[in-house]
């Protein structure tokens, strides 16, 4: 049987310390989940092919929760949706969003850090994590991609997308390199019309 052990290798040392990257101000959340941005990325129609219902799914840089509040009815009452994101006033806004729409037993949120996104607790149990538009936005990608793989149950997908207009092709390449690294089989994704995509796979135990 596989062992049921993290592969994920430590950083280099060099890797250990903060690339370049920018977070955008905690007021562009409401610009992120404006009904026109919902009417050209129509989040229902991507998020259906990956949220069933019961699954717990991990919204990784929730914003204001464009996606978390239609994975949260995809995932049902039963279902749960932990959102995480590194400014506090993001999370408010969805707290509240979330009341409104009758999820708030369903979307728990957490406020995380740059080198810590406060997911020990989940380990090996999401189903799915979710990381729209946020990877180039963390300042330790290789830590990034190890949390959410220990976060992730064997067989557990992550899903990423990153803007074209932000994320260069080469910079997505290196993305990829690093999921594989810390474990993920990674393959394409078509879910999303313009930008970058990729599904990431935790390999399921196997005898």
Known sequence: MQSAESPLRRPKPEEDEPRNHHVCPWWVGYLLAS?????REKPNTILAPWV?????????????GF???PAARLAGPEGRVVCVDVQQRMLNSLDRRARRKGFAKVIET?????????LGDLA???????????VHETAFPVLWFEQVWAA???GGRLVVAEPSGHVSQADFEDEK???????FDVGLNDSFSKGWAMTCVK?????
């Open 35 to 39: 009904p026109l941005r919902k009417w």
């Open 52 to 64: 069933e219902p019961k699954m717990t799914v991990l919204d990784i840089g929730c914003a204001m």
């Open 67 to 69: 996606f978390s509040l």
């Open 110 to 118: 957490r406020l995380c850090s740059q080198r810590d996104l406060g």
């Open 124 to 134: 090996g149990t999401a189903d799915l994590a979710l990381a729209i538009h946020v």
């Open 152 to 154: 992730l149950r064997p």
């Open 177 to 183: 390199s690093i999921a594989r690294t810390c474990g």
């Open 203 to 207: 390999p399921a135990e196997t005898l």
